[in-house]
C-alpha cells in the first residue's frame, strides 16, 4: 500500500508540475500548433516526405554549393527562431491560464523553461537524426559532422540568448514600474481592455492546478499561494508581455522581407530547411495573433479573409500570374479557340513544316560521308526532377564518349519531360558550343557537378519571402519587364550552374539546328486547360500537332498540339528565354509554380511528365510523319530511352490497409500507377509502329536503378534479400531539386551497372 501511495504521489506530482501542465493544455487548447510539430517531427525522422526528399533539406543543408557548418549554423538560427515563435504564441495564449505567474520574477522565461518539453525532445531527435544521416549519406569525416553539430546548436543558443534577453529586460519589474501607465494606456483603448478582460474572467474559470515548476537554474520550487486576483497586475503583465511579442514577431517578418530584397545574391539564398522553418514560425504566430485577438472568431475570419484573397486575385487586383520570359504580355491576348488552332493548323503550314525539315535530315544525312544508310537516333529522356536531369546528363556523357562522339552525331531528336529533357538540352548546349570552336570537353565531370548543383534554396526562399505576400520587384530582360517569383529565382540559379550557357532566346537555336550541327530538340509541356500538348521548337513542326489532315477530317481526330511560336507569333515567341521553355517542361507542382501565356482565355502550362513522362509519343510522331525518308535513307532506328526508374518492377506485396489508407487508396493507386500507364501506352505505340514502319526498329533502355555502393558484399555475406532489397530501394535518389552527397555518387556509378554496360554493348554494334 505504501508502494502505491509512494507511485500515485510522484505521479501526481509529475502530472501537476507547470512543464505536464503546459503540455496538456497543448494537446487541449493548442492543436493546430501541435500540427505544425508533428509534421517537423515527421520531417526530421524521414517519415513524412521522403520520396520527395524533403528531409534531406533539413538533415544536409547546402549553402553555396555545400553542405558545411555555415548551412548548419542559418538552420541553428531559423530553428532559434522559431522555438521562440511557439515560446510567444503559447504565452500570449495560455500565460493567463496560469495566474501564479503574475506573482514570479521573469514570467516569461520561467513559462519558456517549462514549455520546453516539446523543444527539448526536437532538438534531441533533430540531432540525432543529423549525425545519423551525415555518417551514412554524407561521407564526411566524424570531426567534420561533430563541427557541424556544434555551430548548429552554437548558433541556435546565441539566438535563443539574444530573444530571451530582450524579454528579460522588457518585462523587467513589469508590475511595479508600468501598472499605472498600462493602466492608463488600456483606459486610451477600451476594445483592448475588454479583450484582455474577458481573457482573463475566462482563464480563471479554465485554470489549472499547478503545484510546481521549474526554475531558471532548472531547480523545482512550489508554486505562490493566490489568495486574491489583482486584476490590474495581470493587465500589466499580459498587455505588457504581448506588446513584447508584437514587436518580435514585426521585427522577424520585417528582417525576413528585408533579406527578400537581397534574394538575387547568393549569400542571402539561405537552405531550403531554413526557409521551410522560418515559414512554419511566420506561420506559428500568425495562429496565435488570430487565436489571441478574435477568440471564438478567429476560424470565420480566416475563411472571410480568404473569401477577399480570392476576390482580389479573381479581378487581378492581386496579380498570382507566372510569366514566361522573353514574350510580351502587354500585347492584346491571343484567341485561344477552335478556330485559332484550325488556322495554324492548316495543310500549307503542314507541307511547308515537313518540306522544312527534311531540309534538316538532308543535312543531318550529309555528316556520314563514309556510310550510305547510318543509324538515326531519337533520345527519348524521362522526367523526375533534378534526379532526372542528372541521371539524363551523365548518361549523355558515358555513351557519347563510350561510342568516341557517334551518339550526338548520329541522334536527330531529343525529346522527354522535366529534369530528362533539362539534362539533355545542357549537354546538347555542351556539344554546340564545341562545334562552335570552344574549347569544351564535353565529358568533363564539372558539368555534372554543374547540373547536380542545388537548385531549391533559392526557390523556397522566395516563396517565403516574396510569392507568399506580393510581388513587387521588378526585372527587364532587354525588351520586356516582368516581376520577380520562384520561377525567375529557378532559371538564375539554373543559369547560374550551367554557367549562363543556355541563356539565350528560342531562335538562337534555329540555324544550328538547321545545319544539323546539334539535334532538335523540343519541349512539349501540357496544356492545363485541355490537355494538349504545347510544343516549344525554333523550328516550325506543326505535323506533330496534326500528322495528317486527312486522317484528321476521315477519322474525326482532334488537333494533338498546339505550337508555341505559331500560337503566339505576334507576342514575339521567337524571342522566348530559352531557359523558361525549360522551365514551362519542368513545372513541378508548388515548387515552380504553372506559366500562364497570354492568350484568352489564358493558357495554363504544366509540367510535360503530365501527358508522356518519357518522350516516346513524340518520337515515335516524328518517326510516322518522316518514315518513307527515314526508311530510304537510313540503317533502322535506335530509341535510346534514358529512364529515371525501372521499367519492370516487382508486384508490390500487400499490407495490412488502416480504413483511411482504404479510404484513399483509389486515389493513390492511381497516382502511383502512372507511369505504368503512359508505359503501356508508349508501349503500345512501338508496336503499332512494328506495322507501319517497314525498318529495324530497336528500343534500347538506359535505367536509373541504384545499388549500394558495397552491393557486392552484401551479396557474399549472404543477407537476407528483403534486407537487401530495402537498401537498394533506400539507395534511390529522392524527387526533388536538392540532391546529397550520397544520391549524387549513386547517379554517377548506376551507369556502370550491369544492365546498362549490356545495354551500351548493343548500341555500339548497332552503330557498326
Known amino acids: 500500500m505504501n508502494l502505491y501511495s509512494n507511485i500515485k504521489k510522484i505521479a501526481n506530482e509529475i502530472f501537476y508540475s507547470f512543464p505536464m501542465q503546459l503540455l496538456v493544455n497543448h494537446v487541449k487548447k493548442n492543436q493546430i500548433l501541435l500540427v505544425v510539430w508533428v509534421v517537423l517531427f515527421g520531417i526530421v525522422t524521414q517519415n513524412i516526405g521522403s520520396s520527395m526528399g524533403v528531409p534531406y533539406l533539413f538533415l544536409d543543408p547546402e549553402y553555396l554549393n555545400k553542405v558545411d557548418y555555415w548551412g548548419f549554423m542559418i538552420m541553428g538560427a531559423s530553428v532559434a527562431i522559431f522555438l521562440a515563435s511557439f515560446h510567444i504564441t503559447t504565452y500570449i495564449l495560455d500565460s493567463s491560464r496560469f495566474p501564479f505567474l503574475g506573482s514570479v520574477k521573469n514570467p516569461f522565461l520561467k513559462f519558456c523553461i517549462n514549455n520546453s518539453i516539446l523543444p527539448v525532445i526536437f532538438l534531441q531527435i533533430y540531432v540525432t537524426f543529423i549525425i545519423k544521416f551525415q555518417l551514412t549519406n554524407g561521407f564526411q569525416h566524424r570531426f567534420e559532422i561533430f563541427i557541424e553539430v556544434l555551430c548548429f546548436l552554437s548558433s541556435l543558443s546565441i539566438m535563443l540568448i539574444l530573444i530571451f534577453l530582450y524579454f528579460n529586460k522588457t518585462n523587467k519589474d513589469a508590475v511595479k514600474a508600468f501598472t499605472e501607465d498600462v493602466n492608463n494606456h488600456l483606459k486610451r483603448y477600451p476594445v483592448t481592455r475588454v479583450n484582455v478582460l474577458n481573457k482573463i474572467n475566462t482563464d480563471k474559470r479554465n485554470k489549472y492546478r499547478v503545484d510546481s515548476y521549474l526554475n531558471l537554474d532548472l531547480t523545482i520550487s512550489k508554486t505562490p499561494v493566490f489568495k486574491i486576483y489583482d486584476k490590474q497586475a495581470l493587465l500589466k503583465v499580459f498587455d505588457q508581455n504581448h506588446l513584447n511579442a508584437v514587436i518580435f514577431e514585426i521585427f522577424v517578418i520585417v528582417i525576413i522581407l528585408l533579406l527578400g530584397l537581397f534574394r538575387d545574391n547568393t549569400l542571402f539564398q539561405i537552405p531550403a530547411g531554413a526557409s521551410a522553418i522560418l515559414f512554419m514560425s511566420m506561420f506559428m504566430m500568425l495562429t496565435g495573433a488570430f487565436s489571441y485577438w478574435l477568440r471564438g472568431w478567429a476560424i470565420s475570419a480566416v475563411i472571410l479573409a480568404l473569401f477577399v484573397f480570392n476576390l482580389l486575385v479573381k479581378h487581378n487586383i492581386i496579380n498570382s500570374e507566372y510569366q514566361a520570359y522573353g514574350i510580351d504580355y502587354h500585347k492584346t491576348p491571343v484567341d485561344f479557340s477552335l478556330e485559332k488552332l484550325n488556322e495554324i493548323n492548316s495543310s500549307k503550314n503542314l507541307l511547308d513544316d515537313i518540306k522544312s525539315t527534311t531540309e534538316i535530315l538532308e543535312n543531318w544525312k550529309d555528316k556520314f560521308k563514309d556510310t550510305s544508310k547510318p543509324k538515326i537516333i531519337f533520345v527519348c529522356a524521362s522526367g523526375g526532377g533534378q534526379r532526372a536531369a542528372v541521371w539524363t546528363m551523365r548518361t549523355l556523357q558515358h555513351l557519347d564518349e563510350q561510342l568516341q562522339g557517334k551518339l550526338m552525331q548520329h541522334t536527330i531528336l531529343m525529346t522527354g519531360a522535366s529534369g530528362g529533357i533539362l539534362g539533355a538540352a545542357y549537354y546538347r548546349e555542351l556539344c554546340l558550343q564545341k562545334a562552335m570552336g570552344k574549347n569544351v570537353n564535353t565529358y568533363d565531370k564539372k558539368y555534372f557537378d554543374n547540373i547536380a548543383k542545388d537548385v531549391l534554396n533559392p526557390i523556397i526562399f522566395s516563396l517565403v519571402v516574396n510569392d507568399m505576400f506580393f510581388r513587387f520587384q521588378k526585372f527587364s530582360d532587354g525588351k520586356y519587364e516582368y516581376l520577380k517569383d520562384r520561377g525567375y529565382a529557378f532559371e538564375q540559379k539554373l543559369n547560374e550552374n550551367t554557367e549562363q550557357m543556355m541563356d539565350k532566346p528560342l531562335s538562337a537555336y534555329r540555324l544550328p539546328e538547321y545545319e544539323a550541327k546539334i539535334p532538335m530538340l523540343i519541349c512539349s509541356p501540357t496544356v492545363i486547360n485541355d490537355g494538349r500538348k504545347l510544343f516549344i521548337s525554333p523550328q516550325n513542326i506543326s505535323y506533330l500537332t496534326n500528322a495528317s489532315l486527312f486522317t484528321q477530317r476521315k477519322l ?194 548506376t551507369i556502370e551497372e550491369s544492365n546498362n554496360q549490356i545495354a551500351l554493348e548493343k548500341l555500339q554494334k548497332l552503330l557498326k
Not at 533502322?636 to 487508396?665: A, C, M, N, W, Y
Not at 503501356?680 to 512494328?690: A, P, T
Not at 543477407?719 to 546529397?740: F, G, N
Open 556 to 749: 474525326n481526330q482532334k488537333i494533338k498540339g498546339i505550337e508555341f511560336t505559331r500560337m503566339f507569333a505576334r507576342h514575339d515567341a521567337e524571342n522566348l528565354r530559352y531557359l523558361s521553355a525549360l522551365r514551362m517542361s519542368a513545372t513541378f507542382p508548388y515548387v515552380t509554380p504553372n506559366v500562364t501565356l497570354p492568350s484568352y482565355p489564358a493558357m495554363e502550362i504544366m509540367d510535360a511528365g503530365l501527358t508522356d513522362n518519357y518522350g516516346i509519343r513524340d518520337a515515335i510522331q516524328f518517326l510516322y510523319v518522316f518514315r518513307e525518308w527515314i526508311y530510304a535513307n537510313t540503317g533502322g532506328v535506335v530509341i535510346v530511352s534514358i529512364r529515371d526508374s525501372k521499367k519492370e518492377d516487382q508486384v508490390e506485396h500487400p499490407k495490412e490497409l488502416s480504413f483511411f489508407h482504404k479510404l484513399l487508396t483509389p486515389i493513390g493507386s492511381l497516382y502511383n500507377t502512372w507511369d505504368y500507364l503512359m508505359d503501356y501506352n508508349n508501349d503500345n505505340l512501338l508496336e503499332y509502329c512494328e506495322a507501319w514502319y517497314k525498318g529495324e526498329l530497336e528500343v534500347i533502355n538506359f535505367e536509373y536503378i541504384p545499388k549500394p555502393k558495397y552491393w557486392q558484399k552484401l551479396i557474399e555475406k549472404n543477407i537476407d534479400p528483403k534486407e537487401v532489397e530495402e537498401t537498394t530501394r533506400k539507395e534511390r535518389a529522392s524527387l526533388s531539386w536538392h540532391l546529397t552527397t550520397r544520391e549524387k555518387e549513386s547517379l554517377s556509378r
